[in-house]
């Protein structure tokens, strides 16, 4: 079964660090490039950053840039988040999401999502 | 406020047809992009329902369907029943933003 798992979240104070992890199976990791998805309670889906399959480029919303990384281990199958600065804003759902075709990495759709994990900063 | 506009809710009556529309602009739907449609039950995460602007996934049932036309697209759902109360986001990507785009989303009420 095609299948990702988020886990890392919590509660951490504003200016605080967290790095969140999602582990795939199913399906050959290394040749997907992969995005963080988030939503903060009560609203809409942000796209927050993109990783090339290879982990060599990287992508992010101007929301998050020069605070969270976005980082990869295909020998781990897994997808990692590291954030720092963190902000009350930050506040949200945190979801890993696949993109579906491997060719047209930077604009295609999510078609498999994480369960997400939940990141509240607060004091 | 999103980059891409949806309405803020939608209703309809068991059987009848719905329609959701998705308003970008030319750095995005306009420019070409394709748009993706998810749907996103209660406390669940979003599952992909409709790429590349009208296919869709194994197993998705054919009363949806999408459609794509200038800075626009719009997702129909037909035949409605109650298990498709949901919230419905379209997608698509900016080349002014360099990234993907969401829209702020519609919540179906099934009447």
């Known amino acids: 079964e095609v299948q990702l798992l988020d886990s890392g979240g919590g509660l951490v104070q504003p200016g605080g660090s967290l790095r969140l992890s999602c582990t795939a199976s199913?399906?050959?990791?290394?040749?997907?490039?992969m995005s963080w998805v988030r939503q903060a309670p009560g609203k809409g889906l942000e796209w927050a950053s993109l990783?090339?399959?290879?982990?060599?480029?990287?992508y992010y919303a101007d929301s998050v840039k020069g605070r969270f990384t976005i980082s990869r281990d295909n020998s781990k199958n897994t997808l990692f988040l590291q954030m720092n600065s963190l902000r009350a804003e930050d506040t949200a759902v945190y979801y890993c999401?696949?993109?579906?075709?491997?060719?047209?990495?930077?604009?295609?759709?999510?078609?498999?999502w994480g369960q997400g994990t939940m990141v509240t900063v607060s004091s | 406020q999103s980059v891409l506009t949806q309405p803020p809710s939608v209703s309809g009556a068991p059987g009848q047809r719905v329609t959701i529309s998705c308003t970008g602009s030319?750095?995005?739907?306009?420019?070409?992009?394709?748009v993706q449609w998810y749907q996103q039950l209660p406390g669940t995460a979003p599952k992909l329902l409709i790429y590349g602007n009208s296919n869709r996934p194994s197993g998705v049932p054919d009363r949806f369907s999408g459609s794509k036309s200038g800075t626009s697209a719009s997702l129909a759902i037909t035949g409605l029943q109650a298990e498709d109360e949901a919230d419905y986001y379209c997608?698509?990507?900016?080349?002014?933003?360099?990234?993907?785009?969401f829209g702020g989303g519609t919540k179906l009420t099934v009447l």
């Open positions: 990783i090339s399959d290879g982990g060599d480029s990287t």
């Open positions: 999401a696949k993109i579906r075709d491997v060719s047209r990495w930077r604009i295609d759709a999510f078609d498999i």
């Open positions: 030319r750095s995005n739907i306009g420019a070409g992009y394709d």
């Open positions: 997608q698509s990507y900016d080349t002014s933003l360099s990234g993907s785009v």
């Open positions: 199913g399906f050959t990791f290394s040749i997907y490039a």
